[in-house]
């Protein structure tokens, strides 16, 4: 490579350099472009005194270190906006996982928003914003309670909670009285639906389905045995994995038409149920990595996502063993939940602030990198309906949608 030759006019000093763009910005190897300082190599009859020598050199070494290409500019501090989705600020601590949120149908601006660490918040602007509301009925007793999940049907709602806990409204949440429960209920109540008037059905995480239509007085079993039970009379009949210590639940949702999938809580297999049906149906699953999470799409069918950051879909509607993998940009980081806006719209999000968004019905998936920089894990997504939905993770951090 020839050399350039730059000759100051301070008494004569020339500096030979060997041009190298990229040593400017990254280190190159020895083949590319040389390691060495650049050579002074002062005239004969230069006079120049040591300091004077050092000064200039200073002075051009800084005059070279300015951008090559336009104008040097400041560095941005300021976080890029999420494409979608705005992050909301939240009256809580930090270390808060939300876990539901639900709003009242008859007024679609006031919902509620919980979490762990008894986190129980309310808005009435479509969750612009969000204020701190007690129950008194649930501060009776020394416990932090960590409410589960949520539903309204009309302006009836409900609450579980852990340790066990079950809450009723039936004025849109302007006030809440505590159901008693049985201190043999099967388990730890993780999802409640509100089905009608007075009405409500209640999943417990050993698979114990009660149903009530008297404000929760009085509950049904709608299944004739706990998922361990289940187990044990089926575990030979062929399901991997399945033993008396997996007979509890990583995840539980529910379909529009009142069907269930369950992961097991070791994720080697997976359970279903449809009403009418007296027994949990546990199935095989057709991947090789474990199940993080399972649900349904708008369509009627099912998607699966495994450990690692793998999506996968069903083939065809219902209840199904058959499966495909869907190729999606999460950067290694496990996807922990899917929500569908539309048959053909659907968000999923994950660790690491991972959010990806489909508008074919899941076939192909673009993350939004605009929110790579959201620190935190996201667990759920909740589409209230086309116009409204959220984001919810750890660290007290909700997302709400503005597309």
């Known amino acids: 490579m020839a050399t350039l030759q730059l000759t100051t006019d301070f008494s004569k000093t020339m500096i030979l350099l060997k041009p190298c763009l990229t040593s400017l910005f990254v280190s190159t190897p020895r083949r590319h472009c040389p390691t060495s300082l650049p050579r002074l190599v002062p005239r004969a009859s230069s006079s120049l005194s040591r300091r004077q020598l050092v000064s200039e050199t200073a002075a051009l070494s800084l005059a070279l270190t300015v951008p090559l290409f336009g104008s040097a500019q400041p560095a941005r501090s300021e976080e890029p906006a999420l494409s979608e989705w705005e992050k909301v600020s939240l009256p809580i601590d930090p270390g808060v996982v939300l876990l539901d949120i639900a709003f009242v149908p008859d007024d679609p601006k006031h919902g509620f928003l919980l979490g762990t660490r008894q986190t129980l918040l309310e808005t009435k602007d479509g969750g612009q914003t969000w204020a701190p509301r007690s129950i008194p009925a649930a501060e009776d ?70 149903v009530t239509s008297n404000r929760g007085y009085n509950w049904r079993a709608a299944v004739q045995e706990t998922v361990s039970a289940t187990l044990n009379r089926t575990v030979s009949s ?147 309906d086309d116009n409204q939905g959220f984001v919810l993770g750890n660290d007290g951090v909700l997302l709400r949608y503005l597309g």
């Open 238 to 384: 062929g399901i991997s994995g399945a033993s008396y210590y997996t007979g509890t639940f990583n995840s539980v949702n529910r379909s529009p038409d009142g069907s269930y999938v369950a992961v097991s809580s070791r994720g080697n297999f997976y359970l279903t149920w449809e009403p009418g049906q007296p027994f949990w149906q546990p199935h095989n699953r057709s991947v090789a990595r474990r199940i993080q999470n399972m649900g349904w799409r708008a369509d009627g069918g099912l998607w699966l996502l495994v450990r690692g950051g793998g999506l996968f879909l069903s083939r065809g509607t219902g209840i199904t063993e058959e499966f495909e993998e869907v190729p999606v940009q999460s950067r290694g980081f496990g996807i922990l939940d899917v929500g569908y806006r539309s048959k053909e719209e659907a968000w999923a999000a994950g660790g690491s602030g991972i959010l990806l968004r489909t508008t074919n019905g899941g076939k192909t998936w673009v993350r939004d990198k605009a929110a790579d920089n959201i620190a935190a894990n996201l667990y759920s997504v909740k589409f209230i």
């Open 141 to 210: 007793e020394d416990f932090n309670y960590r409410f589960n999940a949520i539903s309204f049907k009309g302006k009836e709602g409900w609450i579980v909670g852990k340790p066990a806990i079950l809450l009723h409204t039936s004025d849109a949440g302007d006030s809440w009285e505590r159901i008693p429960l049985s201190a043999q209920l099967p388990g730890d109540m993780v999802y409640i639906k509100a089905t009608g008037e007075k009405s409500a059905e209640m999943v417990t995480d050993e698979g114990a389905i009660y």
